[in-house]
């Protein structure tokens, strides 16, 4: 008899017994509580999928990773502390600011409480799935779920008063009713840059260079540029770097006329701990967000 197992070579007579009896033998795994400590502690794929060959073996194993994964997170904690090094999620965020300002980018402060007529604006209304994950705070305000409807207001004013091509950019919370899971939170951090007032052919491509900019300075190279929709805009041209960091959307856009705006333009929105959770490699947004229970993507409950 032969065994055919995925990722396994065909194995013949002895070969295939001992190989058998390895598996059998190595059947024990972590204890539920066991895997949700090492999750915590951010223990590597592999280890969280260990085997063993015995109880005795597995319980020994655990607590001398427990200590050499405690002692790693106690060590980063650490170097918060005079140090000079800050939170992921900062630290990301001032490397982008950077260079935004560098690449000739504004930068621009708006409200969180957004009124209802902006989100009419962007068509966000009430019979749309997108409505229904906004966070009201009275019957015509709400804590904004995007940035998109400030920097529209904002372009239409500064167009008036500088040259073109204006480039603006907002870093900030923004709050969504999304489907929890280990990409989504429910208050996250958005970096929207737009770029109006560029030639209309230009525009791919300054959002292909756009993209490259921001995706450098987050110290990711592995990334691609993929065509996708939303409700929002329609189509959008997404980054994905194992997952969904920005949308990309380029204009003149059906929306632009209502906030008075008739010339070409690009823009992204990324999601702040979405890249933190690619370039740290961390399996869960959770500990990277905002959190009572993280800090600086360590569990303190150490
Ligand atoms: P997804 O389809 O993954 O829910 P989205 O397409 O709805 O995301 P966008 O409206 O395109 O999100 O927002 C721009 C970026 O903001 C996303 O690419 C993502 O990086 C980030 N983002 C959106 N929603 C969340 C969330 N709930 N938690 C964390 N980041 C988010
Ligand atoms: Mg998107």
């Given at each position: 008899?032969?065994?055919e197992?995925?990722?396994?070579?065909?194995?013949?007579?002895?070969?295939?017994?001992?190989?058998?009896l390895?598996?059998?033998?190595?059947?024990?795994?972590?204890?539920?509580t066991?895997?949700?400590?090492?999750r915590?502690l951010?223990?590597?794929?592999?280890?969280?999928?260990?085997?063993?060959s015995?109880?005795?073996?597995?319980?020994?194993d655990?607590r001398?990773?427990?200590?050499?994964?405690?002692?790693?997170?106690?060590?980063?904690?650490?170097?918060?502390?005079g140090?000079?090094?800050?939170?992921?999620?900062?630290?990301?965020?001032?490397?982008?600011?950077?260079?935004l300002?560098?690449?000739?980018?504004?930068?621009?402060?708006?409200?969180?409480?957004?009124?209802?007529?902006?989100l009419?604006?962007?068509?966000?209304t009430?019979?749309?799935?997108?409505?229904?994950?906004?966070?009201w705070?009275?019957g015509?305000?709400c804590?904004?779920?995007m940035?998109?409807?400030n920097?529209?207001?904002?372009?239409?004013?500064?167009?008036?008063?500088?040259?073109?091509?204006?480039?603006?950019f907002?870093v900030?919370?923004?709050?969504?009713?999304?489907?929890?899971?280990?990409?989504?939170?429910?208050?996250f951090?958005?970096l929207?840059l737009?770029?109006l007032g560029?030639?209309?052919?230009?525009c791919?491509?300054?959002?292909?260079?756009l993209?490259?900019?921001?995706?450098?300075?987050?110290?990711?190279?592995?990334?691609?540029?993929?065509?996708?929709?939303?409700?929002?805009?329609?189509?959008?041209?997404d980054?994905?770097?194992?997952?969904?960091?920005a949308?990309?959307?380029?204009?003149?856009?059906?929306?632009?006329?209502?906030?008075?705006?008739?010339?070409?333009?690009?823009?992204?929105?990324?999601?702040?701990e979405?890249?933190?959770?690619?370039?740290?490699?961390y399996?869960?947004?959770k500990?990277?967000?905002?959190?009572?229970?993280?800090?600086?993507?360590v569990?303190?409950?150490?």
């Open positions: 008899m032969n065994i197992q995925p990722g396994r070579k065909h194995l013949t007579g002895a070969a295939e017994t001992t190989e058998l390895r598996c059998e033998y190595r059947m024990i795994t972590w204890t539920v066991q895997k949700q400590r090492l915590e951010n223990a590597p794929l592999n280890l969280q999928n260990a085997a063993f015995s109880n005795k073996e597995r319980d020994g655990f001398e990773q427990e200590i050499m994964l405690v002692k790693m997170g106690k060590e980063r904690l650490n170097l918060l502390r140090r000079g090094r800050r939170p992921v999620l900062c630290e990301l965020e001032s490397e982008l600011v950077k260079a300002i560098d690449a000739g980018f504004v930068q621009v402060v708006t409200p969180i409480i957004i009124s209802k007529g902006s009419d604006r962007m068509s966000v009430e019979d749309t799935p997108f409505y229904k994950q906004v966070y705070v009275s015509n305000q804590l904004r779920p940035l998109a409807p920097l529209y207001s904002l372009l239409n004013q500064l167009n008036r008063l500088w040259e073109k091509p204006i480039r603006i907002e900030g919370p923004c709050f969504r009713k999304d489907s929890e899971g280990s990409a989504h939170l429910s208050e951090t958005m929207n737009v770029e560029l030639s209309e052919e230009k791919p491509q300054r959002l292909e260079e993209a490259g900019l921001v995706m450098k300075a987050a110290g990711i190279d592995d990334y691609s540029l993929v065509p996708d929709r939303c409700d929002v805009y329609g189509k959008t041209i980054i994905v770097a194992g997952m969904e960091v949308s990309g959307v380029t204009g003149p856009h059906r929306l632009d006329t209502r906030w008075g705006i008739f010339d070409p333009w690009v823009g992204f929105g990324f999601g702040l979405r890249l933190c959770l690619v370039r740290e490699g399996q869960n947004i500990r990277v967000g905002r959190s009572l229970k993280y800090l600086d993507g569990r303190l409950n150490i």
